[in-house]
Each structure stands twice: as C-alpha cells, then as structure tokens.
C-alpha cells in the first residue's frame, strides 16, 4: 500500500541530508546468554519492554500462530506470568502488534483492533482499552513520552499522536509509516521503508512534538538506498534504525545536521534495535541468531547466536543488559554483561 491521504494535517518540510558509509568492526562475543521458555506453546514472542516496576514485559501470539494474544511479564530472575486480554479489554480475537511502558504505571499495547489497550503493572490488571478515531485504523508500533503516545498506522497512511491527559487524537499523513521512538523533548521519530527503487520514499521521520512540523530525512546516498524499519533514540540524542532486507545495515542519524552514516551487517538479519544507558545501542540479528551492540564508532560486539532462534524485539535494562524475544524457539533472552 503506497496511497497519500488527501487531507494535510500536518507542515512537511524537506530534510536535508549528508549520508557517508561507515564501516563496522565485529568484536569478540560478550556476555552470558540466559534463555527463559515461555509458558504458551508456538506463543511467538515478538515486541519486549522494561516495565516501570523492574521487569520486563512482551507480547504474545502473531499471524503466524494459533496461540491467543496475551501480554507476559518476566522478572529479572526469570519467573514469566502471562495475562490474557478480552472483548472488554480491547481485543476481539486480536493480533498483538507492540507494547510500550507509560506514566503512571500504564503499559500500552496495540493490535490489528482499533483501540490501544492498557494495562496497571502496579495493579496487575487491564484497564479500559481507548478507542482509536476510526474502524480501519491498524495499531502499529507505538512510542510513549511523558505526554504522548505515538502510533503507526498502515492502514491509514499516518501517524497518530493520543495526548494522555485530554484523550485526543491528532493524525499525520505518513505514507507507510512502520515504526516510531520518542527523545528526549517528546519529539516522535518515525521509519518509512518505502520502497528502495524509488527515490525519496525510504525515510527516517521527526514530527516536532510544539510545532506539529514534519521534517524527512531520505535514507540514501545518491547510489544506495536502505530501508529503515525499527528504530531508537540514544542517551545522547542520536537516532539509530536497522534496514532488515538488501541491503542490510544499521543506520545512526545526526539531528543536529541531518547527517547519516551506515554500518552494513550483510546476512545478519538486523530487526528490533533499543538504546542502552551507556550511549550504545543493541539490535538483534534475525538470521544469524543473536544480539549485538554497536558504538558510534561502528563497532559491534555480539552475543553468543542461536542458530534459527529467531531473534526479534530487544529492549535494554536499567543495568545495561539487553532482553530480546526469540520468536522462532518460543524463549525470551537476556545476555548478562557483568
């Protein structure tokens, strides 16, 4: 699907863009790798958190399973408890796409329904589900900021912006857009893949949180173009994504002028990717079965693999350990650095 709405809600400005080609040192494997079995069979774990209570929270069940979606807690030593949203909780048979910790204790979750759900890590329980503007909008990826949720929305070619406190939604004509993460001034950043043979549509986006302006950054260098798909915000303001198909690499984006530089990863499968405390970021590497950590100097420093583990959304804990599902093997991950 590659249609444009019609309506504009939102200033596009051209981004401007100064991309060079890095390259990227692979280190000696680092770390203990722990891997926890989920309770559910064929459940596929896919998108992973940390939890404002100290755990680590992931989805459950995708369109390539018959388990039900259900959302999993699993403490740092391991213990997983798995909860069951309904009709009521907002999920109607549903596919579970993302989760995403908010304030006040609310991690939101989104699915192929249109509502976001919630669920109280204090309380331990779902709370009621919102409703997203229309019957075809498709709850992407979501990003949380101390305001605002973020949301990705293929079905309608946007972005939609859930302001917590009023409960309204704003919408930004994004085509395709996939994934999204927030910085630190609560500015949402965004991935559109795009289609590589045409020139201008595969992008990294920024939607300024005052303003409401778009800005785009096509992810190219005149010769090569990559297609961006998940993406984070490090502790010192730069934006890194992961291009999954050819050709592979993991990009890092200077906000200050626009600049981009590539890291090629050939044949490793790069897909979820988080920022970790100390300023590196962590990505999983689909095909070759691990994790690994890269610095703005492109060196990466990879776990031990798992050959056909699977290795999909990762999030990094307040320790500096990086979490990641392991959908194809049914486990979850944690490679312990210290």
Do not use: H
């Not at 863009?17 to 890095?22: D, F, I, K, Q, T």
């Not at 989104?110 to 919630?118: A, E, K, L, W």
């Not at 949380?144 to 949720?149: E, F, G, H, L, R």
């Amino acid at each position: 699907m590659s249609r444009r709405l019609a309506r504009v809600m939102a200033t596009v400005l051209a981004g401007g863009l100064a991309l060079s080609l890095g390259s990227a040192a692979v280190g000696a494997p680092v770390g203990g790798l722990k891997q926890f079995k989920v309770p559910t069979a064929n459940s596929q774990p896919r998108a992973i958190a940390n939890g404002s209570d100290g755990n680590r929270w992931f989805t459950e069940g995708t369109d390539f399973t018959s388990a039900p979606a259900k959302i999993a807690r699993i403490t740092p030593a391991g213990v997983i408890t798995e909860f069951a949203p309904v009709v009521t909780d907002g999920c109607n048979f549903c596919i579970i796409t993302d989760i995403a910790q908010g304030p006040g204790d609310i991690l939101y979750i989104t699915s192929n329904d249109p509502t976001v759900m919630r669920f109280n890590v204090a309380t331990q329980s779902f709370e009621t589900p919102v409703q997203m503007p229309n019957t075809i909008a498709l709850g992407g990826d979501l990003a949380v900021s101390a305001t605002d949720v973020w949301i990705t929305d293929f079905n309608n070619d946007v972005v939609w912006r859930y302001q917590i406190s009023s409960g309204q939604f704003t919408s930004f004509p994004v085509s395709d857009p996939a994934d999204a993460a927030v910085d630190e001034a609560g500015n949402a950043w965004f991935t559109q893949p795009g289609d590589v043979n045409a020139p201008g549509t595969s992008n990294i986006g920024r939607i300024d949180a005052a303003t409401g302006a778009v800005t785009r950054t096509p992810t190219t260098d005149g010769s090569t173009t990559v297609a961006p798909r998940d993406i984070t915000v490090a502790s010192d303001g730069q934006v890194w994504f992961t291009a999954r198909f050819t050709p592979q690499a993991v990009g890092r984006l200077n906000p200050s002028n626009n600049s981009v530089t590539l890291f090629p990863v050939t044949n490793t499968g790069p897909s979820g990717i988080a920022a970790s405390p100390d300023g590196t970021v962590w990505f999983t590497q689909e095909t070759k079965g691990n994790a690994a950590r890269i610095t703005n100097a492109g060196v990466i420093t990879e776990g031990k693999a798992v050959k056909g583990s699977g290795p999909f959304g990762i999030t990094v804990a307040p320790n500096g350990d990086p979490w990641y599902t392991m959908m194809a093997v049914n486990k979850i991950a944690a490679l312990q650095l210290r």
